[in-house]
């Protein structure tokens, strides 16, 4: 699948774009793993004007890559900074990677250094393919909206692609936004 950039940082220890994330201890995650990354975050939920006219400059010189926490509030994050400042590189930790050990949050505060790693090892790009499209009778089709089961092929689908659950709206957006195809789905649910 062409969306999945399967970069080798881990190796190379070092990123062009700037690494996005929610707060503090996220940022001391990532250079504790990658000290010469330049890391931004966003102080959580309320993303400001200011930083996120940061991003929009930043991300028109160097590129971004937003690793959220694998939460409703993450992907509302990524929704408002990508309204802003355009494409952007998207990487994903699974849920169950990111709860604390006493279970009540959920952060990529949380994740093992080896999961970061993988998360920023396959990175997604906002694609703007031309010519073929999902369309929503697409997702019915394969069972993705409108089944008894679709949120769990869903869940399943997201964790193939790297991409997280939503809800069968959002992740119809979410499909269209890094390109993704009928064919492509098809491949990753016969994996």
Do not use: W
């Not at 190796?11 to 690494?19: A, C, D, G, L």
């Not at 692609?161 to 499909?175: A, E, H, P, S």
């Amino acid at each position: 699948m062409s969306i999945l950039k399967n970069m080798d940082y881990a190796k190379e220890n070092t990123f062009k774009e700037v690494i996005v994330v929610e707060g503090m201890h996220d940022l001391s995650l990532i250079k504790e793993i990658y000290p010469n990354a330049d890391v931004m975050i966003t102080n959580g939920s309320e993303v400001s004007k200011e930083t996120l006219d940061e991003l929009k400059i930043l991300n028109e010189n160097r590129g971004l890559i937003l690793l959220m926490d694998p939460d409703m509030q993450g992907e509302r994050i990524r929704r408002i900074i990508n309204n802003v400042v355009g494409s952007t590189h998207h990487a994903y930790v699974k849920k169950e990677d990111a709860i604390s050990r006493n279970k009540k949050k959920v952060g990529v505060e949380h994740v093992s250094k080896d999961k970061i790693k993988e998360a920023l090892n396959h990175i997604l790009s906002t694609s703007e393919k031309n010519g073929q499209s999902l369309l929503l009778f697409d997702m019915y089709d394969m069972g993705l909206v409108g089944h008894e089961n679709s949120k769990k092929l869903r869940r399943e689908l997201g964790e193939k692609l790297g991409i997280g659950l939503d809800n069968g709206k959002t992740f119809y957006k979410k499909l269209c936004m890094f390109g993704i195809v009928r064919e492509d789905i098809e491949e990753a649910l016969r994996r």
